[in-house]
């Protein structure tokens, strides 16, 4: 079976760019989470998708969004890159919604913004 | 403030060795997950807790929601263990899930 894919794995960005990120979860998973680590402020809930709709989203500024399509694949968008939202953007996926559900994590996308 | 405090934030120990790495938090859960992390970044979830106990090979997870506190116990320690390990707390409710996590505990077991 699969695990969760996440594309790309590593990339370079210059400041006010805008990225899009993928999440590809196991198969029969319909939540899909997203998360940031850093350095500084280790991991961060961004917001979680279920059915093609956000069900929750974490404290983290407009620029970033998200969408998950029909197939449960997912995408994060960052619009008007700054340099700290340099970051390892992780992903998770999970066979339910709500209460119960364990996480299966993605690789990460590596992001660098300079 | 934060919601999730995890101790000791670094810890060495000798292969062989009992280890435990304790969590607390100030919020309603709906569970408990933790969490290891390698170098270069993926993450394993290794248990989620809501109650009780839980064990998967030389790893127990322990949880006491009225003292809003959890454990992770390590027995016979061995270098492959070397990980950051993340507690994270789920609140969970019929509109969707909020994450808190903790800072991570980094483990070195030495051979």
């Known amino acids: 079976k699969a695990g969760v894919t996440q594309t790309p794995r590593y990339l370079i960005k210059t400041r006010g760019q805008q990225v899009t990120l993928s999440c590809s979860p196991i198969s029969g998973h319909r939540s899909v989470s997203w998360y940031q680590q850093t350095p500084g402020q280790g991991l961060q809930f961004l917001f979680e998708y279920f059915s093609e709709t956000q069900r929750n989203k974490g404290n983290f500024p407009g620029r970033f969004s998200g969408r998950q399509f029909s197939n449960s694949r997912s995408e994060m968008n960052v619009s008007t890159l700054e340099l700290g939202d340099s970051a390892l953007y992780l992903c998770a996926s999970c066979r339910l919604a709500g209460v119960t559900g364990e996480l299966f994590f993605g690789e990460g996308s590596r992001l660098t913004v300079l | 403030k934060n919601e999730v405090e995890q101790s000791p934030q670094n810890l060495t120990a000798q292969e062989g060795e009992f280890i435990t790495i304790n969590c607390s938090y100030s919020?309603?859960?709906?569970?408990l997950h933790w969490l290891q992390q390698h170098p270069g970044g993926g993450i394993v979830s290794l248990f989620m807790l809501s109650s009780g106990k839980k064990k998967h090979g030389r790893l127990i997870a322990t949880i006491n929601i009225q003292e809003k506190h959890s454990s992770l116990h390590i027995t016979a320690s061995h270098p492959r263990d070397s990980a950051v390990y993340i507690c994270a707390v789920r609140l969970g409710t019929n509109t969707g899930n909020q994450f808190y996590f903790g800072t991570g505990t980094s483990l070195t077991v030495i051979p």
């Open positions: 919020v309603g859960i709906s569970a």
